[in-house]
Nanobody, 115 residues
Framework: QVLLVEAGGGLVQPGGSLTLSCAASGISFSLYAMAWYRQAPGKERELVAIVTRGGTTGYADSVKGRFTISRDNAKKTVYLQMTSLKPEDTAVYYC?????????WGQGTQVTVSS
């Protein structure tokens, strides 16, 4: 059974930081590209950051310079370090694993940026 379990969401003030984690099981983690998506109320799900099997990273323009994605293949975990958070970063954040179109999703974790 494939499981992607996100953790680390919560309420944070503008300008604050959070680190999300996503622990995978049931897949050959190192063979998958891993990504974080987010979905705000009334909006479509959007790609936030991706890290390939080889460690190459990519980011949405809206988070470049503020968010960092990383992976630990030994722990089968992907992380999203988020700094300088803004109210517009408020969303449910989803972990995604993708290998040649075989996509898996986590259940999501809520991030709320508010004073």
């Amino acid at each position: 059974q494939v499981l992607l379990v996100e953790a680390g969401g919560g309420l944070v003030q503008p300008g604050g930081s959070l680190t999300l984690s996503c622990a995978a099981s049931g897949i050959s983690f190192s063979l998958y590209a891993m990504a974080w998506y987010r979905q705000a109320p009334g909006k479509e799900r959007e790609l936030v950051a991706i890290v390939t099997r080889g460690g190459t990273t990519g980011y949405a323009d809206s988070v470049k310079g503020r968010f960092t994605i990383s992976r630990d293949n030994a722990k089968k975990t992907v992380y999203l370090q988020m700094t300088s958070l803004k109210p517009e970063d408020t969303a449910v954040y989803y972990c995604n694993a993708d290998r040649l179109g075989d996509q898996r999703w986590g259940q999501g974790t809520q991030v709320t940026v508010s004073s």
